[in-house]
């Protein structure tokens, strides 16, 4: 059963900064096409960025150019995401999602599994 798990969110001051990370069982993330998205309150859920299988970075949301990095870590088979001058309007939940077809372009992306997101608060 393959399982996605993000992990590292919390409560964050206004200009902080936080990495979520995004791991998995029963499958892994090595050269896979790996999604951000987030979901605020009210509002529908958007992808932020996505990380393609030769860790080229596509960013979706043209607020977080600039401070938001996804990356990926294959000796821990792990996908990051790091958050910096962060804002209030950046509060949402946060999931990864997998693509589990290899070599799929992030424009193409055909997200099969997710995880169940973390919650990032931006707030003094």
């Known amino acids: 059963q393959v399982q996605l798990v993000e992990s590292g969110g919390g409560l964050v001051q206004p200009g902080g900064s936080v990495r979520v990370s995004c791991a998995a069982s029963?499958?892994?993330?090595?050269?896979?096409?790996i999604g951000w998205f987030r979901q605020a309150p009210g509002k529908e859920r958007e992808e932020v960025s996505c990380?393609?299988?030769?860790?080229?970075?596509?960013v979706f949301v043209d607020s977080v150019k600039g401070r938001f990095t996804i990356s990926r870590d294959n000796s821990k088979d792990t996908v990051y995401l790091q958050m910096n001058s962060l804002r209030p309007e950046d509060t949402a939940v946060y999931y990864c999602?997998?693509?589990?077809?290899?070599?799929?372009?992030?424009?193409?992306?055909?997200?099969?599994?997710w995880g169940q997101g973390t919650q990032v608060t931006v707030s003094s």
């Open positions: 999602a997998a693509d589990p077809t290899y070599g799929r372009p992030c424009s193409t992306a055909d997200y099969k599994y």
């Open positions: 029963g499958f892994s993330l090595r050269y896979r096409t």
């Open positions: 990380i393609n299988n030769r860790d080229v970075e596509s």
